[in-house]
């Protein structure tokens, strides 16, 4: 069975610039959920999504945003990049019903982002 | 959400047993105890998770207190594969909230030959 994937693992931007990630669940996972991890904060969720739809929303700013298509592969997007957004972006998915999470999540490698 | 307390770092040889303590006074009835580690370069794995009663899985044993205010991560036998970080994490499965994982600082583990 396939793990989640995603894609690019590595990446450098400049300040300013956008970038755009994107996530693979595991096939039959309908909730795909997004971290940050950095040295100085450690994880931290940024947005979870179920069947399209944003469910969860961490305190991050506007800048960060997602979406999940309806083949629950998922994307997130960080605008106007600035050096703090250098981190590890996790991706991770799990089964779901409308009402509760059954089971673990199941994370990704992850998207290292580089900012300059 | 309900906050759990760990030591940053334990050290232990490898084949011996390796007891990992998770303090979370504030629990909520609700709440499940989750475990997850994170080798380096990858990212998080489930380890195993409760909610009163202690639970064994091929990884690893969960013990948790009477009063559910803390828990203990038990590794039967730890390898140099082992050597992790590990987070102990409050999960109420049926609020809605479930994906939104709250880690701490973790547990550093590391395993000596």
């Known amino acids: 069975k396939a793990g989640v994937t995603q894609t690019p693992r590595y990446l450098i931007k400049t300040r300013g610039q956008q970038v755009t990630l994107s996530c693979s669940p595991i096939?039959?996972?309908?909730?795909v959920s997004w971290y940050q991890q950095t040295p100085g904060q450690g994880l931290q969720f940024l947005f979870e999504?179920?069947?399209?739809?944003?469910?969860n929303k961490g305190n991050f700013p506007g800048r960060f945003s997602g979406r999940q298509f309806s083949n629950s592969r998922s994307e997130m997007n960080v605008s106007t990049l600035e050096l703090g957004d250098s981190a590890l972006y996790l991706c991770?998915?799990?089964?779901?019903?409308?009402?509760?999470?059954?089971?673990?999540?199941?994370f990704g490698e992850g998207s290292r982002l580089t900012v300059l | 959400d309900a906050k759990t307390t760990q030591p940053n770092s334990m050290e232990s040889n490898e084949e011996e047993p390796v007891h990992l303590p998770c303090n979370h006074s504030?629990?909520?009835?609700?709440?499940?105890i989750h475990w997850y580690r994170q080798l380096p370069s990858q990212g998080p794995e489930y380890v195993i998770h409760?909610?009163?009663s202690n639970v064994n899985n091929r990884m690893a044993s969960l013990a948790i207190a009477e009063d559910r205010k803390s828990s203990t991560l038990i590794l039967h036998r730890a390898t140099l594969r082992d050597a992790a970080v590990y987070y102990c994490?409050?999960?109420?499965?049926?609020?809605?909230?479930?994906?939104?994982?709250?880690f701490g600082t973790g547990t550093r583990l590391q395993v000596t030959l």
């Open positions: 991770a998915s799990s089964r779901r019903t409308d009402f509760a999470s059954t089971g673990e999540l199941f």
């Open positions: 096939s039959g996972h309908r909730s």
């Open positions: 999504y179920f069947s399209e739809t944003q469910r």
């Open positions: 504030t629990i909520s009835g609700t709440d499940y």
């Open positions: 409760g909610l009163t």
């Open positions: 994490i409050l999960r109420d499965t049926y609020t809605g909230t479930a994906s939104k994982l709250t």
